[in-house]
């Protein structure tokens, strides 16, 4: 996932420039693209996005029209573009760039977990509802200057954990395997017992960030909710070396 390229356009949906920007954006990725890329996706969270909205009137009534039909319209550079939702994009966009407008954090989640996806050129609905993701990625903002991805992590005996976690998973798909569950529990409850702070929405975040499928790093998450929600801390009791598996995360091996 880190080699695709993320730009968000943080202009409001409503003015025709944003459309602009998000198109050559578009277009310069998918020119750059090792094979060149042909295929640009216009993503919105309907089709009925396509009609009496701004966007509609940004592209042109004819335009829109094409797009809602299932046409392709030409772009420059030999790129083409057509129109998709999350629910016709189907699981993997391979060597497409994807414009996601009216985008929010939930639209760009699931586009991380989507495979072959050259670049996305995010245009938020609202200021702020792509901040999950900015934060996430470090993707290029337009007008600012570029920022690292931020550290999701802060605590490294957690990070080091998580990446116990990793090793031990199949992140590979949507759905968490029961067993790598119960890895999971396990490990939580030894950092809890040890007096460590789990943040659900970091853990997921980071696990996305690491290649775990969106999905997969969400029932994470709730996995990290359950521990730290219990009432006090967890007995060790009966897991196998919980103080000498804390003392190797905690050595930073």
């Given at each position: 996932m880190?080699?695709?390229i993320?730009v968000v356009?943080?202009?409001?949906?409503?003015?025709?420039?944003?459309?602009?920007l998000?198109?050559?954006?578009?277009?310069?990725?998918?020119?750059?693209?090792?094979?060149?890329?042909?295929d640009?996706?216009?993503?919105?969270?309907?089709?009925?996005?396509?009609?009496?909205t701004?966007?509609?009137?940004?592209?042109?009534?004819?335009a829109?029209?094409a797009?809602?039909s299932?046409?392709r319209?030409?772009?420059?550079?030999?790129?083409?573009?057509?129109?998709?939702?999350?629910r016709t994009?189907?699981h993997?966009?391979?060597?497409?760039v994807?414009i996601?407008?009216?985008?929010?954090?939930?639209?760009l989640?699931?586009?991380?977990?989507?495979?072959g996806?050259l670049?996305?050129?995010?245009?938020p609905?609202?200021?702020?509802?792509?901040?999950?993701?900015?934060?996430?990625?470090g993707?290029?903002?337009h007008?600012?200057?570029?920022?690292?991805?931020?550290?999701?992590?802060?605590?490294?005996v957690v990070?080091?954990?998580?990446e116990?976690?990793?090793?031990?998973s199949?992140?590979?798909?949507?759905?968490?395997h029961?067993?790598?569950?119960?890895?999971?529990?396990?490990?939580?409850?030894?950092?809890?017992?040890?007096?460590?702070?789990?943040?659900?929405?970091k853990?997921?975040?980071?696990?996305?960030?690491?290649?775990?499928?969106?999905g997969?790093a969400e029932?994470?998450?709730?996995?990290?909710a359950?521990?730290?929600?219990?009432a006090?801390?967890?007995?060790?009791?009966g897991?196998h070396?919980?103080?000498?598996?804390?003392?190797?995360?905690?050595g930073?091996?």
């Amino acid at each position: 996932m880190s080699k695709v390229i993320r730009v968000v356009v943080p202009l409001d949906p409503m003015e025709e420039q944003s459309w602009h920007l998000a198109a050559a954006y578009a277009v310069k990725i998918a020119c750059e693209g090792t094979p060149r890329a042909t295929d640009v996706i216009l993503l919105t969270h309907t089709k009925d996005q396509l009609r009496n909205t701004s966007l509609a009137g940004h592209l042109g009534i004819n335009a829109a029209k094409a797009l809602g039909s299932g046409a392709r319209l030409d772009l420059k550079a030999g790129a083409t573009l057509r129109h998709a939702t999350l629910r016709t994009l189907g699981h993997s966009a391979r060597n497409a760039v994807i414009i996601a407008f009216y985008a929010e954090d939930r639209m760009l989640e699931a586009l991380d977990g989507l495979a072959g996806v050259l670049g996305i050129v995010a245009v938020p609905d609202l200021a702020g509802q792509a901040d999950g993701w900015i934060k996430r990625w470090g993707p290029v903002v337009h007008g600012s200057p570029r920022a690292a991805p931020e550290k999701l992590i802060d605590d490294p005996v957690v990070e080091r954990a998580l990446e116990a976690i990793t090793t031990l998973s199949n992140i590979a798909y949507d759905v968490m395997h029961t067993r790598d569950k119960q890895h999971a529990d396990e490990i939580f409850r030894i950092l809890r017992a040890k007096g460590h702070t789990l943040d659900p929405t970091k853990i997921k975040s980071w696990a996305i960030r690491r290649g775990w499928k969106p999905g997969c790093a969400e029932e994470l998450a709730k996995v990290a909710a359950k521990v730290m929600k219990l009432a006090r801390k967890p007995s060790l009791a009966g897991f196998h070396e919980p103080h000498d598996r804390y003392a190797w995360w905690k050595g930073g091996h």
